[in-house]
């Protein structure tokens, strides 16, 4: 009898030390998942890569000495390319391999992904001999055609991989939260909106494509061509806010009047679903080539933004789907009865109970971005040429099929990526399955 009262309190203390609230539950589903477990741990890896690339892989000297000063060339580059400062002429005139340096640390890759070692031209096979200058390594992955070191291309094409998957995810992720949470939580019978709001917003919207786009298409273009994605796009946001401010402000006030006040019923969920229906039957690849055939100035950031305004359906479906059951939930009636506004009921209560889904789907969508990217770069459209990326490195393997190096290594990082990915998406749909917490 003691022996079995000795067993239970061990237990008893036992269940006690192991934490049991959901993210807890959540790990140790996750963890008994070996190959997402390693897949995070590869990502991770990745991650150090893409952001210590500049360290990793630098014509520039870490640290050196010259004439008696010290400098640290590729700290300084950051601080050149925010305009903070400045190269002294020795360093533009002449190379950075040919100085002559009292002592000089280099990165373990010594080329930038678009340096060209005239010494090595027209694809040097990795086991073939190179004829290197006193401060540059070995080609460790081999060179291209024009003599760029394959490693240094790889090292900074894992940067622009993770930059185009998470940015354009991220793009994604917040139109996707938007109108999944306005068909999901509103549904069909829940949004009650005036007549005049109703009246005054369809007239906001095509006063706001016709000031915003068509006004200013010229002005939309030439910014494009000249890089100016950001700018252009704040002003056609800042153009859209203003006119749909005014039309709501100008709505609480015509709502007074009865006629133009009564509420009317809007389908919110079943506009929504059949506008994603309707963007799910655009081909996104040929979308997405049609778009980038537009722009004369290629460039890395119109990519990332294309990519994440075609993605965000499947996170808008599945944020839908969980704030179609969650609504329905007592913490949601409670907050309802306790007088809170619709709007910070979804905000507070309902999105940050309904993300557990949209993480499987971000995971699963930064694989595919990766591997869109990797297509627009093989095929030499969307992405500046000077833009080192796997794709690119691909592309230049058809130029020479016993370049095998230009293929292999590239082809493998790419399925590496994509693979690792979509192996998180997969742990974490098993670790938030319900049925999994028993």
């Not at 906001?204 to 298409?217: E, K, L, M, N, Q």
């Not at 679903?273 to 460039?299: D, G, Q």
Request: aromatic share 12%; with cysteine; glycine share 6%.
């Amino acid at each position: 009898m003691l022996f079995f009262w000795k067993t239970k309190k061990v237990a008893d203390i036992a269940a006690q030390e192991v934490p049991q609230d959901y993210w807890s539950i959540v790990r140790r589903q996750f963890a008994k998942n070996k190959l997402a477990v390693w897949s995070l741990r590869l990502f991770y890896g990745i991650l150090f890569i893409a952001l210590f690339a500049n360290i990793l892989a630098n014509e520039k000297p870490l640290y050196c000495k010259i004439d008696g000063q010290i400098h640290f060339p590729v700290f300084r580059q950051w601080l050149v390319d925010l305009n903070i400062a400045e190269w002294e002429d020795k360093f533009v005139l002449k190379r950075w391999h040919e100085h002559n340096y009292e002592s000089a640390i280099f990165p373990p890759i010594t080329y930038s992904p678009n340096t060209i070692d005239k010494k090595n031209l027209t694809y040097t096979s990795p086991f073939q001999e190179q004829n290197l200058s006193p401060y540059c390594r070995k080609h460790y992955l081999g060179t291209d055609a024009l003599g760029r070191d394959v490693a240094a291309g790889m090292i900074h094409g894992t940067r622009t991989a993770m930059l185009v998957g998470l940015i354009s995810m991220s793009i994604a992720t917040l139109i996707g939260i938007f109108f999944g949470a306005i068909a999901g939580y509103f549904g069909d019978d829940r949004m009650k909106v005036s007549r005049i709001r109703i009246i005054l917003n369809i007239l906001a919207a095509i006063a706001s494509v016709f000031y915003a786009f068509i006004v200013r298409g010229y002005n939309i273009a030439d910014g494009l061509n000249n890089g100016e994605l950001f700018l252009q796009i704040g002003i056609i946001v800042g153009i859209i806010a203003g006119i749909f401010t005014v039309a709501n402000l100008l709505a609480a006030v015509l709502k007074k009047i009865p006629f133009l006040g009564k509420k009317v019923l809007i389908s919110a969920d079943l506009l929504i679903m059949r506008f994603i229906e309707v963007v799910n039957s655009i081909p996104v690849l040929i979308l997405i080539l049609c778009i980038v055939a537009i722009i004369k100035n290629p460039s890395l950031t119109y990519v990332m933004v294309i990519i994440g305004l075609v993605s965000w359906t499947g996170i808008a479906q599945f944020i839908r789907s969980e704030l179609l059951r969650v609504r329905r939930l007592e913490y949601i009636e409670a907050a309802q009865a306790f007088g809170y506004s619709e709007w910070r009921i979804i905000t507070k209560h309902a999105i940050p109970n309904a993300l557990n889904s949209v993480l499987i789907t971000i995971a699963f969508g930064i694989a595919s971005a990766i591997l869109t990217e990797s297509f627009l770069s093989f095929l030499g459209v969307g992405v500046p040429p000077e833009q080192v990326t796997w794709g690119s490195l691909l592309s230049a393997s058809r130029e020479k099929s016993e370049a095998w190096w230009m293929a292999v290594f590239p082809g493998v990082a790419i399925f590496i990526s994509v693979t690792i990915f979509n192996l998180i998406g997969e742990g974490l749909s098993e670790a938030l399955d319900p049925r999994s917490k028993q």
